[in-house]
T-cell receptor, first 113, second 111 residues
Framework: DAGVIQSPRHEVTEMGQEVTLRCKPI?????LFWYRQTMMRGLELLIY????????DSGMPEDRFSAKMPNASFSTLKIQPSEPRDSAVYFC???????????FGPGTRLTVL | EDQVTQSPEALRLQEGESSSLNCSYT??????LFWYRQDPGKGPEFLFT???AGEEKEKERLKATLTKKESFLHITAPKPEDSATYLC????????????FGKGTLLTVNP
């Protein structure tokens, strides 16, 4: 079975540009999570969706970040405008139910110059 | 606020040299403690979930144990392919979905 799919795997952009990260969760999973991983802060939860509805976006750093889940098989995380401090690895994870094991995608390594 | 501290930050072992990784946690009420393995350039890969003190789970050369304040990941006779970063995370009662992660332990096993 396919796991969580993320694209692109690597993204290099210049400060001020819009960046869109994409995620396809595991089929049948109704919970989706976006995380950011940095050396300094480790893995941090950005936003959580349940049944395509955003439940908790308290981890989104600022208004430059937005996330959508238009259907059960697709989610996006958008940064506009991007800044160098946004450079990190962004992971998408999904789980069967709210409290079940979260399965992670391969991540998108974002570099903002 | 939930907190997870992992030690050591890095551990270097010789092949066959058994050791343990530590995960200390502070949480209002523990629903579950999760162990993940992360290889360079990849996402965290699920290993174990522990729910109550005294519980143990095993997978190949790995055994995870849980007390009321910490969890240990015991690695018996490790092989070079066990080299990875091992992450611990807690899920608190009442916060349902939220995982609070530690910074991880980077394990290197030399042949």
């Amino acid at each position: 079975d396919a796991g969580v799919i993320q694209s692109p795997r690597h993204e290099v952009t210049e400060m001020g540009q819009e960046v869109t990260l994409r995620c396809k969760p595991i089929s049948g999973h109704n919970s989706l999570f976006w995380y950011r991983q940095t050396m300094m802060r480790g893995l941090e939860l950005l936003i959580y969706f349940n049944n395509n509805v955003p439940i908790d976006d308290s981890g989104m750093p600022e208004d430059r970040f937005s996330a959508k889940m238009p259907n059960a098989s697709f989610s996006t995380l958008k940064i506009q405008p991007s800044e160098p401090r946004d450079s990190a690895v962004y992971f998408c994870a999904s789980s069967l139910g709210t409290t079940d094991t979260q399965y992670f995608g391969p991540g998108t390594r974002l570099t903002v110059l | 606020e939930d907190q997870v501290t992992q030690s050591p930050e890095a551990l270097r072992l010789q092949e066959g040299e058994s050791s343990s990784l530590n995960c200390s946690y502070t949480v209002s009420g523990l629903r579950g403690l999760f162990w993940y393995r992360q290889d360079p350039g990849k996402g965290p890969e699920f290993l174990f979930t522990l729910y109550s003190a005294g519980e143990e789970k095993e997978k190949e050369r790995l055994k995870a144990t849980l007390t009321k304040k910490e969890s240990f990941l015991h690695i018996t006779a490790p092989k070079p392919e066990d080299s990875a970063t091992y992450l611990c995370a807690v899920q608190a009662v009442g916060s349902n979905y939220k995982l609070t992660f530690g910074k991880g332990t980077l394990l290197t096993v030399n042949p």
